[in-house]
């Protein structure tokens, strides 16, 4: 079955930086785009970045863009998310994502999520 598995998260100051990893396993890695998406306590879970599968195009939300950085190895099977500069509103779990289709149709499957907390 599928299965992402979130690491990297904890406390940082602010300005500091951390890397965030999503082991993948249960469905072809290398030929599918991947996400990171957020959730703040009290808010709606928001995109953070995106990566294409084999030409790894890159896209990111306006918030994080110029501080995150997302990319893949796809011989790892695992996702990446260098994030530099950090700030408050920055804080959240943040999780990796996968969209496959599936008999029933597309299906969005999510790790357990990893908690990232900026402040001094």
């Known amino acids: 079955q599928v299965q992402l598995v979130e690491s990297g998260g904890g406390l940082v100051q602010p300005g500091g930086s951390l890397r965030l990893s999503c082991a993948a396993s249960g469905f072809t890695f290398s030929t599918e785009a991947m996400r990171w998406f957020r959730q703040a306590p009290g808010n709606a879970r928001e995109f953070v970045a995106t990566?294409?599968?084999?030409?790894?195009?890159?896209n990111y939300a306006d918030s994080v863009k110029g501080r995150f950085t997302i990319s893949r190895d796809n011989t790892k099977n695992t996702l990446y998310l260098q994030m530099n500069n950090l700030k408050p509103e920055d804080t959240g779990v943040y999780y990796c994502?996968?969209?496959?289709?599936?008999?029933?149709?597309?299906?969005?499957?999510w790790g357990q999520g990893t908690q990232v907390t900026v402040s001094s």
């Open positions: 994502n996968v969209n496959l289709w599936t008999k029933s149709g597309p299906n969005d499957y």
């Open positions: 990566i294409t599968s084999t030409r790894s195009i890159t």
